[in-house]
């Protein structure tokens, strides 16, 4: 419960509320009622009946495909009630949202795909802007971007070294070569780097200042500052310079083939990775995919069993009328039956008591002998026409004609007086 109190509705307050509320009465044409329905239209998965063509005109599909597989789907699945019907819309809702859910799994890839096209198409513009001849010697003076890629850094390198062993050849010393150079090595410097930047130190600065002074006060000045020899760099040290350089830049001509064998490898890998793309949406398309892979399963297999009931109705239970399969059983079972009078029926039902009664008798006895229970059971089933056939005839209901028909059975064990067999 708020402790704020509520302000009283004065008649200026409700007059304000009245005058406000006429600002945001929503949309009042037809028009504007049915598109603002779409408004939190985001996949459509769970839209309305009434505003499913509307969704799938927002979302880039078309309905008429939607009506054709839902009529391809009756035709199929045959004819039938409104249950049968409803069961066919259903499923071809589901086949439309698996596809839906197929087409947003291949805009994942596509995007994924887009996303590595851009990156070696930003690779490919770096690569362009520190790639340049040997002969743009005003290059040293241009302070190109840094780049994280690492075949591009190569790529800058080699293209500095290249003008730096240019001018090296011509004889033109500057102090930009030194310091462009020291800024591209930065963390990488090297034994023979470390060469190259002592003999570019000593052929650029040191030059310049003998320029200005007498060599006495140029070699007192560097013998306090750095401690090297006195003496001016020669053209043996140039062609040392220049063996290094040449050193220098096929081993980085050989990292850079490496770095780009290694991207090459690497943008097919991220190629390969974008038919998988990985994240929370990949994980939950997935399983809605699986969960309409289940439903469509269980439509159609109710659909199968009510075509399967509907060719095949059930036989009704015992009891009930079914109509002429009863008839026709009635039929076969009779047929089985032979034709006697009622004494005939009398005597035989009179004849299977006994023979239940001895049964129960003889099974009580042997009960503990499996192989005596199996002999009872192929007694029965040989002497049961004989028993039933001397019974008749003692009884005065058959003769002997009729004794020799019923007994179409030989008795495999001899039979005694009583009618029992004897072991």
């Given at each position: 419960?708020?402790?704020?109190?509520s302000p009283?509705?004065t008649p200026?307050l409700?007059?304000?509320?009245?005058?406000?509320?006429?600002?945001?009465?929503?949309p009042?044409?037809?028009?504007?009622?049915q598109?603002?329905?779409?408004n939190?239209?985001?996949?459509?998965?769970?839209?309305?009946?009434?505003?499913?063509?509307?969704?799938?005109?927002?979302?880039?599909?078309?309905?008429?495909?939607f009506?054709?597989?839902?009529?391809?789907?009756?035709s199929?699945l045959?004819?039938?009630?409104a249950?049968?019907?409803?069961?066919i819309?259903?499923?071809?809702?589901?086949y439309?949202r698996?596809?839906r859910?197929?087409?947003?799994e291949?805009g994942?890839m596509?995007r994924?795909?887009?996303?590595?096209?851009?990156w070696?198409h930003?690779?490919?513009?770096?690569?362009?802007?520190?790639t340049?001849?040997?002969?743009?010697?005003?290059m040293?003076n241009?302070?190109?971007?840094?780049?994280?890629?690492?075949?591009?850094?190569?790529?800058k390198?080699l293209?500095?070294?290249?003008?730096?062993?240019?001018?090296?050849?011509?004889?033109?010393?500057?102090?930009?070569?030194?310091a462009?150079?020291?800024s591209?090595?930065r963390?990488?410097?090297?034994?023979?780097?470390?060469?190259?930047?002592?003999l570019?130190?000593?052929f650029?600065?040191?030059?310049?200042?003998r320029?200005?002074?007498?060599?006495?006060?140029?070699r007192?000045?560097?013998?306090?500052?750095?401690?090297?020899?006195?003496e001016?760099?020669?053209?043996p040290?140039?062609?040392?310079?220049?063996?290094?350089?040449?050193?220098?830049?096929?081993?980085?001509?050989k990292?850079f083939?490496?770095?780009?064998?290694?991207?090459?490898?690497r943008?097919?890998?991220?190629?390969d990775?974008?038919?998988?793309?990985?994240?929370?949406t990949w994980?939950?398309?997935?399983?809605?995919?699986a969960a309409?892979?289940?439903s469509i399963?269980?439509k159609?297999r109710?659909?199968?069993?009510?075509?399967k009931?509907?060719?095949?109705?059930p036989?009704?239970?015992?009891?009930?009328?079914?109509?002429?399969?009863?008839g026709?059983m009635?039929?076969?079972?009779d047929s089985?039956?032979?034709?006697?009078?009622?004494?005939s029926?009398?005597?035989?039902?009179?004849?299977?008591?006994?023979?239940?009664r001895?049964n129960?008798?003889?099974?009580?006895?042997?009960g503990?002998?499996?192989?005596?229970?199996?002999?009872?059971i192929?007694e029965n089933?040989?002497t049961?026409?004989?028993?039933?056939?001397?019974l008749?005839k003692t009884?005065?209901v058959?003769g002997n004609?009729?004794?020799h028909a019923?007994?179409?059975?030989?008795?495999?064990?001899?039979?005694?007086?009583?009618?029992?067999s004897?072991?």
């Amino acid at each position: 419960m708020s402790l704020r109190k509520s302000p009283q509705l004065t008649p200026a307050l409700l007059a304000a509320a009245r005058q406000n509320a006429q600002h945001s009465t929503g949309p009042r044409s037809a028009t504007a009622k049915q598109n603002s329905k779409l408004n939190a239209l985001k996949h459509g998965a769970y839209v309305r009946n009434e505003n499913q063509r509307q969704a799938m005109l927002a979302l880039g599909e078309d309905p008429e495909q939607f009506q054709t597989l839902t009529e391809e789907l009756m035709s199929a699945l045959g004819p039938g009630d409104a249950l049968w019907e409803k069961q066919i819309e259903d499923l071809a809702w589901l086949y439309c949202r698996r596809e839906r859910v197929e087409r947003a799994e291949q805009g994942l890839m596509r995007r994924a795909l887009q996303a590595v096209d851009d990156w070696q198409h930003r690779r490919q513009q770096e690569m362009a802007r520190v790639t340049f001849d040997a002969s743009q010697h005003e290059m040293l003076n241009v302070d190109l971007p840094e780049s994280t890629d690492r075949g591009v850094a190569l790529r800058k390198m080699l293209s500095f070294l290249e003008v730096v062993r240019e001018q090296i050849k011509q004889r033109t010393f500057r102090q930009r070569q030194y310091a462009v150079l020291e800024s591209l090595y930065r963390d990488m410097i090297g034994w023979r780097a470390a060469l190259i930047f002592r003999l570019l130190h000593r052929f650029s600065d040191p030059l310049h200042l003998r320029e200005q002074r007498e060599d006495e006060e140029y070699r007192q000045m560097v013998l306090r500052e750095t401690g090297d020899a006195c003496e001016p760099p020669g053209e043996p040290e140039r062609q040392e310079l220049l063996r290094l350089l040449e050193e220098e830049i096929a081993s980085l001509r050989k990292e850079f083939e490496y770095a780009e064998e290694a991207n090459e490898e690497r943008a097919a890998i991220e190629r390969d990775a974008c038919l998988a793309p990985e994240g929370e949406t990949w994980s939950m398309m997935l399983r809605q995919e699986a969960a309409l892979d289940r439903s469509i399963d269980r439509k159609v297999r109710i659909l199968l069993r009510l075509r399967k009931e509907s060719t095949n109705p059930p036989i009704a239970p015992t009891g009930q009328d079914d109509g002429p399969r009863v008839g026709s059983m009635e039929e076969i079972v009779d047929s089985d039956i032979p034709s006697y009078n009622s004494q005939s029926v009398g005597a035989v039902e009179d004849l299977k008591l006994n023979e239940q009664r001895g049964n129960v008798i003889e099974n009580k006895g042997s009960g503990l002998e499996n192989r005596v229970q199996s002999g009872n059971i192929i007694e029965n089933k040989c002497t049961y026409a004989q028993n039933a056939g001397m019974l008749l005839k003692t009884k005065g209901v058959i003769g002997n004609a009729e004794l020799h028909a019923t007994s179409k059975w030989p008795s495999t064990l001899p039979v005694s007086d009583d009618g029992r067999s004897v072991r």
